[in-house]
């Protein structure tokens, strides 16, 4: 019998636990051993919740414990987690995570801990919830120089993104609707400024390349300025918006960015609606490959930390090799990429567009008073410098 603790009864943590009692006897026929959950680490009592039969409130119980050989950590956050994990991984027992912005943050150093002491840290949740990504990119891409990831890694924006569109909604009154609904935090700032993504990109980025990649050298643009007017236009586009996160090697350079992109419904991606995610890997190889599932909610991201607790669990004693070494990978600054934009100008004099812009294709006016337009190929760089001397810009949204 292999014997689990869990750090933390949220929604996560609560998931993990019904998911290896509901599923115990078909995971005991695939690991051949059974999992026990020994202990639950949390500092509320759980009256009539059969949790408290297993409840300790004291993490020195679960650390001193030689019987518990695999731990859960889904209490979010770095304080206490990175500090429980560490002590965790340094007694030789192995730490599955949802949590990533631990992994972000700490992930080439806590893997590095688990090696020295043969066990493992493992953290398939931290980024694709229910859907498998880490493992993948590790094993089954690991002869692959990945030459892309684009992903569309939250759900919260897919959500209000789709909502925008098909309902011909404004941003606030689509983020209402997801809070009501619980897809969005009372505070939605991490989700719709982009910030949970890029974490997600950055820890894609890290395992790609085996460097590590820091969440602070990623350019980060949110949804907040998308407007249904954007919509109307990407519609004679034949396209739609999504925000993506994307890392890139071109060149030996690496580009990694989360910003709104207009994209064509040729895209597999495009299709991607409501809070469902899914990632694109390029590889020099396969060339597409594509994951797609619930990027979070409580059973699926607890059923994604239970298939790591199986991982560990064939292979105690052992350590299931990671590469993500402490050397930082250095993330080129967006200026050099080049690609087209979609923009709209609070003018209709089609000329002074096209001496500023270059040749541009337009579009349909939503609004008499504006124009929209798709520029030429330019780098970023050269749009910024276009756009400040037009001085008159309403939005830009890059084609992808």
Avoid at 60 to 79: H, Q, R, S, Y
Avoid at 326 to 354: G, H, M
Wanted: proline share 2%; net charge negative.
């Amino acid at each position: 019998m292999v014997k689990v603790a869990i750090f933390g009864y949220g929604t996560v943590g609560s998931g993990v636990f019904e998911v290896i009692n509901k599923n115990n006897e078909t995971i005991q026929k695939k690991l051949g051993d059974e999992l026990q959950v020994k202990y639950v680490l949390d500092l509320r009592d759980f009256e009539n919740d059969p949790v408290q039969d297993v409840l300790v409130h004291d993490v020195e119980i679960i650390l001193n414990d030689p019987e518990v050989a695999i731990i859960c950590e889904t209490m979010g956050g770095v304080k206490p987690a990175y500090e429980f994990t560490k002590r965790a991984l340094e007694s030789g027992k192995s730490v599955c995570t949802s949590n990533k912005e631990l992994v972000e943050k700490h992930g080439a150093e806590l893997i590095k801990v688990a090696k020295a002491h043969n066990c493992s840290y493992l953290f398939e949740a931290s980024v694709g919830g229910g859907i498998p990504i880490i493992r993948p990119l590790i094993t089954s891409l690991a002869q692959e120089e990945v030459e892309s990831i684009t992903g569309i890694l939250n759900g919260t924006t897919n959500y209000i993104l789709t909502k925008m569109e098909l309902d011909g909604a404004d941003f606030e009154a689509v983020l209402k609707r997801a809070q009501e609904k619980g897809y969005a935090e009372a505070n939605p700032e991490a989700d719709v400024c982009g910030y949970d993504a890029g974490r997600k990109i950055a820890i894609l980025t890290s395992l790609a390349y085996g460097k590590n990649v820091d969440f602070a050298d990623i350019y980060t643009e949110g949804i907040t300025a998308i407007t249904k007017a954007d919509f109307a236009y990407a519609k004679q586009m034949d396209s739609t918006i999504k925000l993506f996160a994307k890392s890139v090697n071109k060149n030996g350079k690496y580009y990694a960015m989360v910003a709104p992109f207009v994209v064509n419904s040729e895209n597999p991606l495009s299709s991607v609606k409501n809070v469902f995610n899914a990632v694109l890997v390029k590889g020099n190889m396969v060339a597409d490959t594509m994951y797609y599932g619930k990027g979070a909610g409580k059973l699926a991201t607890a059923s994604a930390v239970v298939a790591d607790v199986i991982d560990c669990a064939k292979h105690l004693g052992k350590h299931v090799n990671i590469v993500w070494e402490d050397e930082k990978l250095e993330i080129s600054t967006i200026d050099s990429a080049s690609r087209r934009f979609f923009v709209r100008v609070a003018s209709t004099d089609k000329t002074a567009i096209e001496q500023n812009f270059g040749k541009v294709e337009f579009l349909e006016s939503v609004s008499a008073d504006e124009c929209g337009f798709v520029t030429e190929e330019m780098t970023e760089s050269e749009y910024k410098a276009k756009a400040a001397k037009a001085g008159n810009v309403i939005n830009m949204i890059r084609m992808d």
